[in-house]
């Protein structure tokens, strides 16, 4: 079974057999080393002047920022499942909420962003996805970032790169939070979170906020490349695996530029089969279909072909599927994809099966690579 679901993405079996060695001890100068490398690895992904890893699932992250960083007042966009969990996490933790909301394939807009902190000057953090996965909505994350900054440079960003991180360029310049997490585009287990700090950031987190999530402490502890508590240590190896991978393949900028490729010869090769894309801004992690079949398309799909997609979630239940292409996944697999839908959209007698997917997807993807 092809695993083509935005999340879990496969894990290579380079990683999986670099994980397999015995468990080390965490507070031992071999496992610093590791740790170090790590660290550096994702200084340079995120590009920014600090970067923490959590032991939890990417959520963890996002609570993390919102705690450590929003004082009293944040703004979220909700256009999904993800931005409305910010707004959760913000109450959870009695913060005040300013919630923009969207239909999930509408991009949030800068204007609206303007207008709610006109509205709420006492706003000091907005918290937004680079993309919403629920619907596979890319966000102008970078716009809003700054426009952000140019009302109040003390409003603090926090992005959810949890499906953008490792998948295209984000500017960050704006940016004082990114997220990451471990089973999205970075393609491990689930397990590791991680988040690219501002210095301003970091400033802001001061003596930090919370137990275990508290980012100072953490902080502090790695600069030192050792943890707080205990290190998720398999998972760390993992992900220096995943980076001398992405080195071999050609380094991020490399798997920036092909999964952007991929990303344009899929939803071509979609549209190409009579298929109708949901986002109004894709985002490149994944493609997202409406489509009235969805789930009939979605059983074909594992039943008959061995592919196995994701479908959508609340009211978008049965109306959409969604199709991975975050990290080094092969273009080759995704052949098969797009040739498989044609074939499941043929077998519910939609139209007549003719290979025009992968016709499509080939020489877009041929064009945009070279
Ligand atoms: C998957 C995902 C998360 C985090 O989910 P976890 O289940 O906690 O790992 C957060 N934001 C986005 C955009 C995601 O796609």
Same mark, same amino acid.
């Given at each position: 079974m092809l695993l083509f679901t935005p999340g879990p993405t496969p894990v290579l079996e380079a990683v999986r057999v670099a994980m397999s060695a015995p468990t080390i001890h965490h507070r031992t100068p071999e496992f610093e080393a590791i740790f170090k490398e790590a660290?550096?690895?994702?200084?340079?992904?995120?590009?920014m002047d600090e970067a923490v890893m959590i032991a939890s699932s990417g959520t963890g992250a996002m609570e993390a920022s919102i705690i450590n960083i929003c004082k009293s007042k944040v703004l979220t966009i909700n256009a999904g499942k993800f931005g409305e969990r910010f707004g959760k996490i913000a109450k959870a933790h009695g913060k005040e909420l300013v919630e923009l909301k969207y239909e999930w394939n509408t991009p949030a807009s800068v204007e609206d962003v303007k207008k709610a902190l006109a509205e709420n000057s006492d706003v000091d953090t907005i918290a937004i996805q680079v993309c919403e996965s629920a619907g596979g909505l890319r966000h102008p994350v970078e716009e #809003?970032?700054?426009?952000?900054?140019? *009302?109040?440079?003390? #409003?603090?960003v926090?992005?959810?790169? *949890?499906?953008?991180v490792g998948v295209e360029p984000i500017d960050v310049t704006n940016i004082d939070a990114l997220i990451a997490g471990s089973q999205k585009a970075l393609m491990l287990p689930p397990g590791l979170a991680m988040v690219g700090l501002s210095n301003k950031a970091v400033e802001r987190i001061g003596k930090g906020s919370g137990y275990y999530l508290n980012l100072a402490s953490e902080i502090s502890k790695?600069?030192?490349?050792t943890t707080a508590y205990t290190a998720a240590?398999?998972?760390?190896?993992?992900?220096?695996k995943i980076f001398d991978l992405v080195e071999e393949f050609g380094g991020l900028d490399k798997l920036y530029s092909v999964t952007a490729a991929r990303a344009k010869a899929l939803n071509s090769a979609l549209e190409a089969i009579g298929l109708k894309i949901y986002p109004a801004t894709p985002a490149k992690a994944m493609a997202t279909v409406i489509d009235e079949n969805a789930e009939d398309i979605r059983k074909l799909l594992k039943t008959k072909y061995s592919v196995n997609v994701a479908g959508g979630q609340d009211h978008l239940k049965g109306k959409i599927f969604r199709i991975n292409n975050m990290g080094l996944i092969e273009s080759s697999d995704m052949l098969?994809?797009?040739?498989?839908?044609?074939?499941?959209?043929?077998?519910?007698?939609?139209i007549e099966y003719s290979g025009v997917g992968a016709k499509v997807f080939s020489e877009v993807f041929a064009s945009e690579i070279k």
């Open positions: 660290r550096e690895s994702l200084l340079k992904l995120f590009g #809003i970032a700054k426009a952000v900054k140019e *009302i109040n440079s003390d #409003i603090m926090i992005a959810d790169g *949890i499906t953008a790695q600069q030192k490349n240590t398999t998972l760390i190896i993992g992900l220096n098969w994809v797009v040739n498989a839908i044609e074939s499941a959209l043929a077998d519910l007698g939609r």
